[in-house]
Structures are given as structure tokens and as C-alpha cells.
């Protein structure tokens, strides 16, 4: 068989949430036109939502925070257990730490704002299907500047040495793992195994996870 005539994927299957419907419409029609994408349905609240995505089975849901009947994180928290493969992505306009963090202890896979252009949008999109977790920009720096920083000698994090200590509070961070290594003096494979080992006795899913752990455990 020729590997050109190989079937193209199929499109990421979405769907809207959003309880004002200008908006809902908007988002929905912004996608549907964009390539590898189908637009599969509308939900008006988290209720809806839920029952929604039961019936239609997308790959990715936009999730607003704030609706009536059910928020977007109560929707998340039913979801993760009634529909586990479906990926949540929260699209919001509060970039609220509470809500943040709330929403990815629920089991968000990613926390993004309705001010991004839509091909940024239909980027995350595809990569939440992907399995990679994102967070705005700003919900990043908002969410660090928030957190405590850390005093001058802390203990290793429970399960990790000082070196792995040192790499999951940079990781909470948001340096990438070659940033991490021109600061400690590391080849990138060598933070890269050091990160797998972090998630992997932490039990954690992504890189995430990882910084709201850093934070429970005081490291930033």
C-alpha cells in the first residue's frame, strides 16, 4: 500500500459549553471551520454538559466556569468519573487561582482564556486530544506570583532527593526542561529522566499536577 494513500486522521470530535449563547454559537462556529476539527454540539450549562457528552462521546470538551445548575467544575468532576477518556479543557474568562486550581484538581486538562485567537484555540484544541495539558499564559503567571516563596533551606519533598527537589520546584515554575538544565549544569535527557521519576513516585498525570503538588508541598 502506498503510505500516501494512507486514511487521514479523523477530526478531533468538540464540544461547546457556554451558558451565553452568543458566545457558545461564536466558539462553535470558529472551530467547526477549522481544519481536523468537528464540532459535535452545544451545551448551555454543566448539566447539560454532562449529558451531552454521555450521548455524543466528544474527544474534547470547552468547558466554561461560572453557569447555572452546575458549574464547569462540578461538570469536570462527574465527567472524570462517567466519561474518563473525554478530555476537559476549562475556556473561561476568570483567571481566578481558586478557580484554576480547583478546576485541575477536578481534572481539567488544561485552563485557557476566551481572549485567544481561534487558530491558538483550535491549536489547544488538538493538543488536549493529545493528551497535553495547557494553561493560559497569564493564569500561569498569575497562579505563580500568588504562591509564597520558598525560605532559604527546605527539605527535600517526600519521596525525592535534594537534586529532584530542586527540579520539580523549577518545573512548578514553568521552565522547560532545557532551561532546567542550563541552570543546574544538567544535560536535557538528564532532567528529563529526573522529571519522569518525579511524576512517576508522585504519582502525578503531567507537568500540572506537578507544580500544584510543588505548591501543597511548599516549594514555592
Not at 472551530?31 to 448551555?44: D, K, N, Q
Not at 487561582?97 to 491558538?120: I, T
Request: net charge negative.
Amino acid at each position: 500500500m502506498n503510505l500516501d494513500d494512507k486514511e487521514p486522521a479523523p477530526p478531533v470530535r468538540v464540544l461547546v459549553v457556554d451558558d451565553q449563547r452568543l458566545i457558545r454559537d461564536g466558539i462553535a462556529s470558529l472551530l467547526s471551520i477549522r481544519p481536523g476539527i468537528a464540532v459535535v454540539g452545544t451545551a448551555v450549562d454543566g448539566r447539560d454538559a454532562v449529558a451531552k457528552t454521555l450521548e455524543l462521546c466528544p474527544d474534547v470538551v470547552l468547558m466554561d466556569v461560572r453557569m447555572p445548575e452546575m458549574d464547569g467544575v462540578e461538570a469536570v468532576a462527574v465527567l472524570r468519573g462517567r466519561a474518563p477518556e473525554c478530555r476537559v479543557v476549562m475556556l473561561t474568562t476568570f483567571d481566578d487561582e481558586e478557580y484554576v486550581v480547583q478546576a485541575l484538581r477536578a481534572g481539567a486538562h488544561g485552563y485557557l482564556l476566551k481572549d485567544l485567537p481561534a487558530e491558538e484555540l483550535a491549536h489547544a484544541v488538538r493538543l488536549a486530544h493529545a493528551g497535553v495539558t495547557q494553561l493560559d499564559s497569564s493564569v500561569t503567571r498569575h497562579l505563580t506570583a500568588s504562591l509564597p516563596s520558598p525560605g532559604p533551606a527546605q527539605a527535600p519533598a517526600v519521596g525525592l532527593s535534594p537534586r529532584e527537589t530542586d527540579i520539580l520546584r523549577l518545573v512548578a515554575q514553568g521552565h522547560t526542561n532545557r532551561e532546567i538544565a542550563a541552570r543546574l549544569y544538567l544535560s536535557e535527557g538528564t532532567v528529563k529522566n529526573h522529571v519522569s521519576r518525579i511524576l512517576t513516585r508522585l504519582a502525578l498525570r503531567d507537568r500540572t499536577q506537578a507544580a500544584l503538588r510543588a505548591r501543597d508541598l511548599g516549594l514555592l
